[in-house]
């Protein structure tokens, strides 16, 4: 069974430009996260879907993000415009229960670098 | 709201020492608690879960006690090994998210 993947490993752009990360969840999990660690600290909550809908997009840090999950497959996260405090460590879980029913499956992470 | 705190590293061991790395949380409610391990190279994995006060999880050899008493999931490995050269964060589930901790670096030196 795949696990799950994330695109790009790694990803360095210039601020201005914008960027977008993929996350191919494990198929059939219904629940698929974003959190971000930056510089070593805690890993961070973005958002979380069930199946394409948005279940809590609370820790979204502005409007510059924008997550996607169409079709409840595969789901992107842009970053337009980027800002030097967006680099960090992207990454993606997905879990076929909730967060209390079971353990989330991680990818390996994208890491943005702006410049 | 929920949050875990996790002792600052990095942490340096010789090999076959005594491991603890120490994890206290904050929450509403009555969280889960996890340790995730990243080893080199890869996305984090699942260590171990208690999902109630006075349990105790383990895998690997390593061991973490929920005390709802102290608020504590500390994670404890009697001897640890190279091959245990990894991040560790500690983890706290609520209704909806997972919140961790900042990760603590073990290195586990021959």
């Known amino acids: 069974e795949a696990g799950v993947t994330q695109f790009p490993s790694h990803s360095v752009i210039e601020k201005g430009q914008t960027v977008t990360l993929r996350c191919d969840p494990i198929s059939g999990h219904d629940n698929l996260y974003w959190y971000r660690r930056v510089m070593g600290k805690e890993i961070k909550f973005l958002l979380h879907f069930v199946k394409e809908s948005k279940q809590d997009e609370s820790g979204m840090p502005n409007n510059r993000f924008l997550a996607e999950r169409t079709g409840g497959t595969y789901s992107t996260l842009k970053v337009q415009p980027a800002e030097l405090e967006d680099s960090g460590v992207y990454f993606c879980?997905?879990?076929?229960?909730?967060?209390?029913?079971?353990?989330?499956?991680f990818g390996e992470g994208s890491r943005l670098t702006v410049l | 709201g929920n949050s875990v705190t996790q002792m600052e590293g990095p942490v340096t061991l010789s090999e076959e020492a005594f491991l603890t790395i120490n994890c206290t949380y904050t929450?509403?409610?009555?969280?889960?608690l996890f340790w995730y391990v990243q080893y080199p190279g890869e996305g984090l994995q699942l260590l171990l879960k208690a999902t109630k006060a006075d349990d105790k999880g383990s895998n690997k050899g390593f061991e973490a006690t929920y005390r709802k008493e102290t608020t504590s999931f500390h994670l404890e490995k009697g001897s640890v090994q190279v091959s245990d050269s990894a991040v560790y964060f500690c983890a706290l589930s609520g209704s909806n998210d997972m919140r961790f901790g900042a990760g603590t670096r073990l290195t586990v030196k021959p």
């Open positions: 879980a997905s879990s076929q229960g909730g967060v209390n029913t079971g353990e989330l499956f």
């Open positions: 929450a509403t409610g009555y969280p889960s």
